[in-house]
């Protein structure tokens, strides 16, 4: 039986006259890369975290004849103004986002045990609450499906710098896109305001990247767009199980030491009591200017972020 010939390209919507050439040519590229995502997976689902790539995404799957399915994990320590991002969507395109929960009971349960801020007391405190409000409920969510998609790009940090357009995720078993790996942010930023495509508000107080509330905080201009994920921790451990295969790909099952901190400068007294180094070191990273506010459900002071040099064999997040 001769085999069955392939599909014919799904027809996309007309550029915007609004693009300049050269971002027009990356919007047609990435229009055709989801067609044909669609074409061949028509069950692929788009993961949002409601940052600025993610919701480009949900403009440019809009266009497609029969959109793709979005969801998003609410880990229950999302910013108010991310939450929001699911009306904007639906408003804006009649899309509903799907909205994946953790699982109350485990929730409950690493709660009491550990307490509502044990992610800044160790990477591997850090991994479980990970582990709990985002990676299961990934699961949950690919259950199933062939294919997913992602707004990742390889200019976003270190462990993101191998970062293929199309890949096989082991960790969950199924292929995934990232159709915007190769983007800059100037691209995306270009693409959107220049199609209007609705972003998260998060973005013009200093957020590049957007997570749970207390993981993450505003960055300085120059600094890595993800440097304020999970800020205490060392730059190669800030993937939390999302996305896995990121640092195996980038070659880093282990971790090195942490970049130098200001006290560090102080010599060895500042360092004598190692007690104190944690404190001034938690001190300084909720004290920080660029700190955001914490959420009204965030009323403590973390006890003692991560100093200490800890392998990292599996990545754990977004
Ligand atoms: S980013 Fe922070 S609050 Fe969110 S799931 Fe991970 S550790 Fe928990």
């Given at each position: 039986?001769?085999?069955?010939?392939?599909?014919?390209p799904?027809?996309?919507?007309?550029?915007?006259?609004?693009?300049?050439?050269p971002l027009?040519?990356?919007?047609?590229a990435?229009?055709?890369?989801?067609?044909?995502?669609a074409?061949?997976?028509?069950?692929?689902?788009?993961?949002?975290?409601?940052?600025?790539e993610?919701?480009?995404?949900i403009?440019?799957v809009?266009?497609?004849?029969?959109p793709l399915?979005?969801?998003?994990?609410?880990?229950?320590r999302?910013?108010?103004?991310?939450?929001a991002?699911?009306?904007?969507?639906?408003a804006?395109?009649?899309?509903?986002?799907?909205?994946m929960?953790?699982?109350?009971?485990?929730v409950r349960?690493?709660?009491?045990?550990?307490?509502?801020f044990a992610?800044?007391?160790?990477?591997?405190?850090?991994k479980?609450?990970c582990?709990?409000?985002?990676?299961?409920?990934?699961?949950?969510a690919?259950?199933?499906h062939a294919?997913?998609?992602t707004?990742?790009?390889?200019?976003?940090s270190?462990?993101?710098?191998?970062?293929?357009?199309?890949?096989?995720?082991?960790?969950?078993g199924?292929r995934?896109?990232?159709?915007?790996a190769?983007?800059?942010?100037?691209?995306?930023w270009?693409?959107?305001?220049a199609?209007d495509?609705p972003?998260?508000?998060l973005?013009?107080?200093?957020?590049?990247?957007i997570?749970?509330?207390p993981?993450?905080?505003?960055v300085?201009p120059?600094?890595?767009?993800r440097a304020?994920?999970w800020w205490?921790?060392?730059r190669d451990?800030?993937?939390?199980?999302?996305h896995?295969?990121?640092?195996?790909?980038?070659?880093r099952p282990?971790?090195r030491?942490?970049?130098?901190?200001?006290?560090?400068?102080?010599?060895?007294?500042a360092?004598?009591?190692?007690?104190?180094?944690?404190?001034?070191t938690?001190?300084r990273a909720?004290?920080?200017?660029l700190?955001?506010?914490?959420?009204t459900d965030?009323?403590?002071t973390?006890?003692?972020p991560?100093?200490?040099d800890?392998d990292?064999?599996?990545?754990?997040?977004s």
């Open positions: 039986m001769p085999p069955t010939p392939p599909l014919p799904t027809p996309l919507a007309p550029l915007s006259p609004s693009l300049p050439a027009a040519a990356r919007w047609q990435l229009l055709a890369d989801l067609a044909r995502i074409d061949a997976h028509p069950d692929a689902l788009l993961a949002s975290s409601m940052g600025v993610d919701t480009l995404l403009h440019a809009a266009q497609l004849p029969r399915e979005v969801f998003m994990l609410d880990t229950g999302l910013h108010a103004e991310t939450l991002m699911v009306d904007v969507v639906r804006r395109y009649g899309i509903e986002v799907r909205v929960h953790p699982d109350p009971e485990a349960a690493h709660v009491a045990a550990h307490g509502e992610f800044y007391e160790s990477v591997e405190l850090r479980a609450c582990g709990i409000r985002k990676v299961e409920p990934l699961r949950r690919l259950a199933g294919a997913w998609i707004g990742q790009r390889r200019e976003q270190l462990t993101r710098a191998e970062l293929s357009e199309t890949e096989w995720d082991d960790t969950f199924l995934k896109f990232n159709p915007l190769s983007w800059t942010a100037d691209e995306v270009g693409v959107v305001r199609l495509v972003y998260n508000p973005h013009d107080r200093g957020y590049p990247s997570g749970c509330e993981c993450t905080r505003a300085r120059g600094e890595d767009p304020g994920r205490w921790e060392q451990s800030r993937e939390c199980g999302l896995a295969g990121n640092l195996r790909a980038a070659g282990g971790v030491p942490r970049d130098p901190l200001p006290a560090d400068a102080a010599g060895p007294t360092t004598a009591d190692t007690t104190a180094t944690a404190d001034t938690a001190a909720i004290t920080d200017p700190d955001p506010p914490r959420s965030t009323p403590n973390p006890d003692t991560n100093t200490t800890t990292i064999t599996e990545a754990s997040t």
